[in-house]
């Protein structure tokens, strides 16, 4: 694999073979010492036109922990502010030939043009509404981690659909490892060509007793040019997802960053069946497996086993 761009290049056994060499960090990331040696004399870039938390910083750590060399890019602080386009930030940082490009952006695809101006593998991590592939990957991480399989498991995503890389991203990877789908929400916030994904569609919560996993996505407010819901209590009162509608046997996860009592309630975030946080933790030892996979993996052969402590 050269770069990852999309969820939709992902086969099940791509995604197998991540998540198990994710499993393989983890283990090593149990010790006293937790860096490897894998990505050494390797440079990434992390390129953020967009705000975030969890992915620059698992990204960053990944790239650490596996002794790459690291550049951090955020466009606040840098010459984009003089009017420096995406291009010319992107041949102007390649001129420092870094192995590997991780990019967030709000420009869906802009991932695919940046393959074609540099040698370096690009990451997707996160272009606008379009795709999200490795909050994909680590959902699905944390799901085999928890249940072992995702075969036959009924997962509901609900909430902003339209306007969700991570719901796209997310369906594709979910069904691909065995699960039924189902996309929830009102019909302002369901993309019109949702049929495609081979989801189900429901505008209510009335069958959601039946999911194993519910998936609450953002609000994303900063998406929205116009009013799709009445209000956001409103919204609330129909489709936020709240221990007491739920099975309750059932695991809730949510990408981050949570607007609380609005798409979730705070006590569903902070139960014990919340993996919220368990995501997070599996962000870093996914990207390790992504950037391994993309910068290593093809010349060399068990990562942990060539890891002992640098
Ligand atoms: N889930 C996610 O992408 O979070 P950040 O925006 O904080 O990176």
Known sequence: MKHLLTAQDLARQDIERICDRAAAFAET????????????????????????????????????????????????????????????????????????????????????????????????????????PTQALLDVYTLRRRLGALDGLNVWIVGDVLHSRVARSNVRLFQEMGANVTLAGPPTLMPRDIGVTGAAVSYSLDGVGEADVVYALRMQNERMQEAYVPSLREYSWFFQVDSRRIAPGALIMHPGPVNRGVEISAEATDSERSLILDQVEAGVVVRMAVLYELLAASRAGSPVREGAPA
């Open 29 to 132: 990331q149990e010790r006293d010492v937790k860096k490897l040696p894998a990505l050494r004399n390797r440079t990434v870039l992390n390129l953020f036109y967009e705000a975030s938390t969890r992915t620059r910083g698992s990204f960053e750590l990944a790239a650490k922990r596996l002794s790459a060399d690291v550049v951090n890019f955020t466009a606040s602080g840098s010459s984009t502010e003089k009017g420096e386009s995406l291009k010319d930030t992107v041949l102007t940082l390649s001129a420092h030939q870094p192995d590997a490009i991780v990019i967030r952006c709000p420009w869906a695809g802009a991932p695919a043009l940046l393959a074609d101006w540099t040698d370096a593998a690009i990451v997707n991590a996160g272009d606008g509404k379009h795709e999200h």
